[in-house]
DNA sequence: GAGTGGTCTAGACCACTAT
DNA sequence: TAGTGGTCTAGACCACTCT
């Protein structure tokens, strides 16, 4: 029968359920804990499964509530801080970072990588897959761009370990709203699509850039943290 | 008649529909351009408005397009960067900047903010209303709080001032992705419930907080830029 | 008033998880 | 096999902007 829309709303329905849910959420819910499926709920509410969709979208986004097919809809625990600064991080595979590595390969690196390593496109480089965990559960992805030196005869590690040996200059990060790809949606145990936070790093040598990295974080379950306490406390010594 | 989904497709259409869009956005048209509307959109590729507007919601996300009320859609520019890193931005309000008051009040500090301030819930502090701007449009709001002088005397401006003669420690801040509250949105010219950039700045001086402040980044428009480069120059001299 | 995107509905089928 | 969230449809009305 199409809506009626009368009650002369200039509040959306799903923005007024949302409030209403965010409520409930804080009050009479504990995380972890299931909610009632989207059936029953959109029916207790009086509106379209779609409209009650819409809110929880939302929720999801905001970090309140976790989804999963088969299982039902979650309260999630509050956002895990993930420190991206570059204290924490001073180079890529650095020892007692949270990375874990997935695999390597050799590759021509893309145009959008060859801008940030200042190099041509298709110049020979190791591409190192890594994933970040926080508390058991896959946070982020990344690919690690490492130019190839000219002989091509090295391995990604020994690549990584030489960049260890070079003097830091400095980072280069944005950070960014994106969608998961397909393959980093897999890995992140998240649906293709779901939106994340592209965070991209140019590491600076003395001598140029020596790394670049486009990280995939969850953002519906991360809080990225930029401590810079430590670069002022070096300064002060 | 509900759908056919027939094809066995293990990929949504909605997914492919962006994909294809996103190739046509690549090839076919310029910035700035108008799209179809979104009825039309929809017949030419033989699927639902509903199943066309979740392909054109993730494209907005990845800030590709721009949808605007009663006008259409139109291809979006490249996000604008903007710098958020600490050597930009010592301190709220430093000559310089791009930001721009809007207006100022004295308010007991919320529970959230007086976790950052290290200070007690409901205590008094000046509450400074921003706007940040970026070739002429609006990319971020802020509300930055002073903790007020014990006399409670001083107006806000004079609170800035009083900040700026003081030592700088560090700066801790945090990006989550989070939706636009309705006052926010409206700041930002958008709807309420967009997505954007939630970061969250704590300003240290040598006796602990002295400002906290939570900025709003529009999350389709903008790409918040840490270059740390400044700092690590700053230790090489 | 015409045209656009934004909201909403009622109902269907699909993919996945558990039992 | 039953139950969940994910996808999709066809159609309606609303709020907004432009002419």
């Not at 299982?71 to 970072?97: F, K, N, Y």
């Not at 997935?102 to 041509?120: C, F, I, Q, T, Y």
């Not at 992140?188 to 486009?214: E, F, I, K, Q, W």
């Amino acid at each position: 029968m199409g809506t009626t829309q009368l009650e002369a709303a200039p509040e959306p329905k799903y923005w007024h359920l949302k409030t209403t849910l965010t409520e409930a959420l804080d009050n009479e819910f504990e995380v972890g804990q299931i909610l009632p499926n989207e059936r029953d709920l959109a029916a207790r509410y009086g509106v379209a499964r779609a409209t009650l969709r819409q809110a929880l979208e939302q929720l999801e986004l905001e970090g309140r509530l976790q989804r999963r097919r088969g299982i039902g809809t979650t309260v999630a625990p509050p956002r895990v801080g993930v420190d991206v600064s570059p204290a924490h991080d001073r180079w890529p595979g650095a020892p007692g970072d949270d990375w874990q590595i997935d695999g390597s390969e050799r590759v021509e690196v893309p145009a959008a990588v060859a801008r940030l390593l200042g190099r041509a496109v298709g110049c020979p480089a190791h591409l190192i897959r890594r994933t970040r965990r926080a508390h058991g559960q896959p946070v982020a992805t990344e690919e690690l761009y490492l130019p190839a030196a000219p002989t091509g005869a090295e391995t990604a590690r020994a690549a990584l370990g030489a960049l260890h040996r070079r003097e830091l200059q400095g980072q280069e990060r944005t950070v960014e709203l994106g969608s998961a790809r397909a393959e980093d949606a897999r890995r992140l145990d998240r649906l293709p699509g779901s939106p994340v936070l592209l965070v991209t790093t140019r590491y600076l040598a003395d001598d140029g850039p020596a790394a670049a990295s486009v990280a995939t974080y969850r953002a519906d379950t991360c809080r990225l943290t930029f401590g810079d306490t430590g670069a002022m406390e070096l300064l002060a010594s």
